[in-house]
């Protein structure tokens, strides 16, 4: 029996299946960079990265040494019971990099979902309010507020009842829910569809916040669109209402900037950050307006292990490797060749019904007679499976699991990267065939 097959037995004699496996039975015994080396030794091109999380590569060396020397130092004591350096630090570079207005603060915490959450508490402590406005296909975690604001039932089969006075509006997916209409007609409708909400679903001074992700990220990397954050930030000013974005798996270069939110030309109140922050170890943040932040009582936020002195000092060396190595640049470039590669598939493959993304978070969506509600989730499947015997890890995304989306390292050299993309398409024509698709 191989070590891989050992392990997999191992985990479901152990592990509760409620934690999910997306890679078949992938395994992974050690990383460098853009390649992962699974528990027999066979190399992998990495194009998950952890889900977003290792933006500067597997075990990245200054990161490594950076974890080493702090766990030397000092592992643990707990922010609430004595201060130490590299939780300031960190939150220094975290205002200096992501400013929100005239005055920034920031907290941390050791998760994405944990950021929403504080997130969700700040903005109902500063407005006085309790509901809370979210989107379709949006994902923002696993805990009880974060399954509530997270579309794909999916992921909380059974986990009910959810927390009151969260609304879901549409997504401004113009693949999805364009009818037809070209951007501007579009993001006007969907931006009366948000003053409507205020009309007949909950009035505009009940609620507390917007929380939107300007890219998608288990949604399939949507992008809402320019002019739409635009209106929304506009609105949310109008109301008095807390515009959060979830930067938790766009963030940090992802997009070719440190926030996706830049990308429209606005500032958000609230932004929830995580995955790349750390390089690998578990951190998150909610930074925000001052005004708003220190709203938040005193002893209303936080916990036990939030800006472990380690992981701090892993992400102040992640975000020194991502400004010296031009990360934010890099991710430009990476996104391009995606791109490239899968426009040139879906010249082949009538399958590839949107190929959308921002920077080095691009994504194609998988469909029959370019329907999104006829997803070719089955073909996906195939062809992720093909290419995981070949030597590349991917994964999908969607509420169907019909998208395959890249989030390879940015430090991956161009020549692995290439590979990699011909070995995904060449997956994808193979088992486009066998569903009979031109191919």
Known sequence: MSRAKS??????????????????????????????????????????GGIGVVNVG????????????????????CIHVATYEPYVALCEKLVELLPHGDATRAMLVNSGAEAVENAIKIARQATGRPAVLCYTEGFHGRTMMCMTLTSKVGYKLDCGPFAPEVYRLPYPNRFRYGDGLGEDDFVRRELARLEQTFVHTVAARHVAAVIIEP????????????A???????????????????????????TGSWAAYEHAGITPDLSTWAKSMGGGMPIGSVVGKAAIMDAAQPG???GTYGGNPVACAAALATIGVMQRDALLERAVEIGRRVRAAFEGLQRRCDLVADVRGLGAMIAAEFCHDGDPEKPATAVVQKALATARERGVLAIPAGPTASIVRILSPLTIGDG??????????EAVLAAAATEGQPA
């Open 7 to 48: 392990l997999i037995e191992r985990r479901r004699a152990v592990v509760a299946r409620g934690v999910g496996q997306f890679a078949g039975d992938s395994t992974a015994a050690s990383g460098r960079a853009g390649i992962l080396t699974d528990v027999d030794g066979r190399e992998v091109i990495d194009l998950a």
């Open 416 to 425: 692995e990267l290439d590979r990699a993309l011909d070995v995904l398409v």
């Open 228 to 254: 739409y954050m635009q209106g929304l930030r506009r609105i949310c000013d109008q109301h008095g209402i807390v515009l959060i974005c979830d930067e938790v798996q766009s963030g940090f270069a992802r």
């Open 58 to 77: 597997h075990c990245q060396p200054e990161v490594v040494r950076a974890i080493q020397e702090q766990a030397a130092r000092l592992i643990h004591t």
């Open 300 to 302: 209303t936020l936080g």
């Open 215 to 226: 890219v998608q990220g288990e949604g399939g990397f949507v992008v809402a669109p320019k």
